[in-house]
């Protein structure tokens, strides 16, 4: 993973050198794992827009299993792009993700999607676990309203 020594002047680079804006993305792995790393970053960021007078947007990519009151305040303050991995309906995420993680990755959209600045779209991966269920599992995630 990455280490602030190596993000700050990425950022400080991309501020540097875009013409008019910065949309920074936080993808791989899950980066919520790096949550310290994450927030540090969008501070950073936002105070880098301040100074070159440029715009910044952000965005991620998750599995949600993380979340918490803190980093929804903070995707709400930011206006976070939010993709969150959800492969089907309960039997069937939790057969390829684990037990009991369909009911946290559900409860984090649920919530997301009542954030007026947040906007929430979802993933589905389609593997040898699940490929023989495809049509049950995208009736679910297009139902959910954030495809």
Same mark, same amino acid.
């Given at each position: 993973?990455?280490?602030?020594?190596?993000?700050?002047?990425?950022?400080?680079?991309?501020?540097?050198?875009?013409?008019?804006?910065?949309?920074?993305?936080?993808?791989?792995?899950?980066?919520?794992?790096?949550?310290?790393?994450?927030?540090?970053?969008?501070?950073?960021?936002?105070?880098?827009?301040?100074?070159?007078?440029?715009?910044?947007?952000?965005?991620? &990519?998750?599995?949600?299993?993380?979340?918490?009151?803190?980093?929804?305040?903070?995707? &709400?303050?930011?206006?976070?792009?939010?993709?969150?991995?959800?492969?089907?309906? &309960?039997?069937?995420?939790?057969?390829?993700?684990?037990?009991?993680?369909?009911?946290?990755?559900?409860?984090?959209?649920?919530?997301?999607?009542?954030?007026?600045?947040?906007?929430?779209?979802?993933?589905?991966?389609?593997?040898?676990?699940?490929?023989?269920?495809?049509?049950?599992?995208?009736?679910?995630?297009?139902?959910?309203?954030?495809?």
């Amino acid at each position: 993973h990455l280490e602030w020594s190596d993000v700050e002047p990425a950022l400080e680079h991309w501020f540097d050198e875009s013409p008019d804006a910065v949309t920074v993305s936080f993808f791989g792995g899950e980066p919520l794992i790096y949550w310290d790393l994450v927030k540090q970053s969008i501070d950073k960021a936002r105070e880098l827009s301040r100074k070159h007078e440029k715009p910044v947007s952000f965005a991620v &990519a998750t599995n949600a299993t993380r979340m918490n009151d803190e980093i929804y305040d903070l995707f &709400a303050d930011c206006g976070m792009r939010v993709q969150v991995s959800i492969d089907g309906p &309960a039997h069937v995420h939790d057969q390829q993700r684990g037990n009991g993680t369909f009911v946290k990755v559900r409860e984090a959209i649920d919530r997301l999607m009542t954030l007026p600045t947040v906007k929430c779209k979802t993933s589905t991966v389609i593997t040898p676990v699940n490929v023989d269920r495809i049509d049950e599992s995208l009736r679910f995630v297009w139902e959910l309203g954030t495809v």
